[in-house]
């Protein structure tokens, strides 16, 4: 999930529509309350949409009130941990797609049909997967945001390039053009990429076919020892090395940030996140500034990327959970996907992308880390930023350094967790 500007949230927060609430009426009727916890980002960014979805499911469901939480980042997860030991959860939480695992595997969730929900045959693959445990479905795809390449168009146009490449090796070999033409730039790099940016370089990985872990038989088995995912990694130094001058990025993670090299002119494009572009702070270069979907080897097709964003999911211990589910598909209906679309997100199927807009098309081909309980200590313990420093620095070969991550990371994942 991509970084946001949170604030805290205020204590009244949590109090508001904690569980479900039933009262009898004059008439004798029960009435019911849905409670539904959203982030923030949904009333400020598209408070239309969560209107219209509670007024379809009210309508459907005679004497139900749908009662939205609106939840911060930096507080979502410990109230709704709160909620947990207290046994009131709300009926519908939302999740980064980064924080579901934990509280999948411990059976926080409640499992899903995915033929219950629109276009769950065309989900995004990234976003799918971060809502699958062993696997069985415990999340809906929300929304996505991808990563891109945002590049200064008028470097590119000085060296002679006139359109976005359609290929790996035509990329390649656009940066090389621009690299020649600004060496004289101290400190400049045609694409800025550091050895740790390990999300780039597994993006070559999964290019390639290849994977970071797989379980099998019971336990965890790193792959990217594989022989496809060998491939991608030795697409990624054969990058890496031939775009000169090379990166200035260092390998242990101390280097700034790439919007803030390229805001300072010392390079002509960045890998990541979309909002990248919104964090560049030089606007003399803003002008100039456009996005394109990183190439794949194969002619004609987007590189696989990693993918932010957001679930829904359904608390076990929810009395409701049929109508939770209700809810969620009218929330994730086509009309409602496709305005989420109009308000500057990826929807969260295929078939609703948006030929020739850059975000979308970046997210068709999507990939995520292994739903592992453990992979939260595989990035802790650097093991994917050690085989890039050792690959890319030459101490190992691709295949010792590949060999040597894969044995760690089956390691870790396959320890009881903590």
Do not use: C
């Not at 009662?67 to 909620?83: C, E, P, V």
């Not at 069985?136 to 006139?162: E, M, N, Q």
């Not at 031939?242 to 990166?247: G, I, L, R």
């Not at 050792?390 to 010792?400: A, C, H, I, R, Y």
């Amino acid at each position: 999930m991509r970084q946001r500007l949170i604030a805290a949230a205020s204590a009244a927060a949590l109090a508001l529509g904690v569980g479900v609430a039933t009262a009898s009426t004059a008439l004798g009727a029960t009435s019911h309350t849905l409670t539904v916890w959203l982030q923030v980002d949904a009333q400020n960014g598209w408070p239309q949409l969560v209107t219209a979805a509670n007024n379809q499911f009210e309508s459907q469901n005679p004497g139900w009130t749908v009662n939205i939480d609106y939840q911060q980042w930096s507080t979502h997860l410990g109230n709704f941990n709160a909620t947990i030991a207290g046994g009131n959860e709300p009926d519908v939480i939302e999740m980064g797609n980064t924080e579901t695992t934990s509280y999948m595997a411990s059976g926080a969730f409640a499992p899903l049909n995915a033929s219950q929900f629109p276009n769950s045959s065309h989900w995004l693959g990234g976003l799918k997967a971060s809502g699958t445990y062993m696997g069985k479905l415990y999340a809906v795809p929300y929304y996505a945001g991808s990563r891109v390449v945002t590049y200064r168009a008028d470097l590119f146009k000085k060296a002679g390039i006139k359109k976005a490449p359609t290929s790996l090796a035509q990329m390649q070999a656009d940066l090389v053009k621009v690299g020649k033409k600004e060496k004289k730039v101290k400190g400049f790099s045609p694409l800025y990429v550091g050895g740790e940016d390990w999300y780039t370089a597994l993006s070559f990985v999964f290019d390639h076919h290849g994977s970071i872990a797989k379980y099998e038989h019971g336990k965890w088995v790193g792959t990217l020892d594989s022989k496809n995912s060998i491939a991608g990694l030795t697409a990624y130094l054969n990058f890496f090395n031939a775009t000169e001058p090379k990166s200035t990025a260092k390998l242990d993670g101390t280097s700034p940030y790439a919007y803030t090299v390229y805001s300072e002119g010392k390079t002509a494009a960045m890998y990541g996140p979309a909002w990248f572009k919104g964090s560049v702070t030089n606007k003399k270069y803003l002008a100039d500034t456009k996005q394109m979907v990183m190439p794949s080897y194969v002619k004609g097709q987007p590189m696989p990327g990693f993918l932010g964003g957001s679930d829904l999911a359904i608390p076990a211990k929810s009395s409701d959970q049929s109508q939770a589910a209700q809810w969620i598909a009218d929330y994730t209906s086509t009309t409602s996907e496709q305005g989420l679309q109009t308000a500057g997100n990826i929807p969260n199927a295929t078939n609703l992308l948006t030929k020739g807009d850059v975000n979308d098309e970046a997210a068709a081909q999507s990939w995520f880390v292994p739903q592992a309980v453990n992979w939260v200590e595989v990035e802790n313990a650097n093991i994917l930023k050690t085989l890039l420093g050792d690959m890319l620095t030459g101490q190992l070969s691709v295949k010792q350094a590949a060999t040597t991550a894969s044995e760690n990371i089956a390691q870790t994942l396959n320890q009881p967790a903590s």
